[in-house]
């Protein structure tokens, strides 16, 4: 699996876009993106996932980069229920987790 | 269509005992992920089964610890002579295999160790 960094925390105003960035300068040709979150202590939640084109659902958008060097998640209109540790990964099979981002959406 | 169901959700024991975590699936789903995840920390891979199969144990620490998905029946977890350095949560998930790539993982709400 190709490592991955994240900021370790950000904060995001409630109702704007929360533009979360991951480096994964080393991802094979194989290796799909993949978002989760984790809010307080639940189990992970599927978020989004790419190989190489953008993606949207109805939860948020992913933006790759051209070189698949990097990738952005962007929650459009961020709420109070969106602030968790957001994991991005880079993997063809098993999910590494690594720190992931703390997002606090703030009032 | 129920999700992955972990229980149980909050066990306790003392050291030298063993417990026993079970994982149900989603339905229609053949393969499942164990992680565990310390106080504070990140989620970490153990083990990677499929029904009847090992895939990847790369994770699993190499003593006490041991897992199974049989043929009928839940995914189990099983830690033998706990200690307190097993205290932790311990997520499973599943998955449908989905072309070359694993697609999206369900995970179940996890079950709490705490070895007084």
């Known amino acids: 699996d190709a490592k991955t960094t994240q900021p370790t925390s950000m904060d995001c105003a409630e109702g704007r876009a929360a533009n979360l960035p991951c480096n994964h300068s080393?991802?094979?040709?194989?290796?799909?993106v993949y978002w989760y979150r984790q809010i307080h202590s639940q189990g992970p939640q599927y978020i989004i996932h790419g190989l190489k084109n953008n993606e949207t659902n109805e939860m948020a958008s992913l933006i790759i980069t051209e070189d698949r060097k990097s990738s952005t998640l962007i929650l459009p209109h961020a709420t109070l229920r969106d602030t968790a540790v957001y994991y991005c990964?880079?993997?063809?099979?098993?999910?590494?987790f690594g720190q992931g981002t703390r997002l606090t959406i703030n009032p | 269509n129920a999700g992955v169901m972990q229980n149980p959700r909050h066990l306790v024991r003392r050291r030298g005992q063993e417990a026993r975590l079970r994982c149900s699936p989603m339905k229609g789903h053949s393969h499942v992920y164990w992680y565990r995840q310390l106080p504070e920390e990140g989620l970490k891979f153990m083990v990677y089964l499929q029904k009847e199969n090992i895939i990847d144990e790369s994770g699993m620490p190499k003593e006490r610890f041991s897992a199974e998905f049989p043929k009928e029946g839940p995914s189990i977890l099983r830690i033998q002579q706990v200690v307190r350095g097993d205290s932790a949560a311990y997520f499973c998930a599943s998955f449908r295999l989905a072309g070359a790539n694993t697609g999206e993982l369900f995970f179940g709400e996890g079950s709490r160790l705490t070895v007084l």
């Open positions: 080393t991802i094979s040709g194989n290796e799909y």
């Open positions: 990964i880079a993997s063809a099979q098993k999910l590494v």
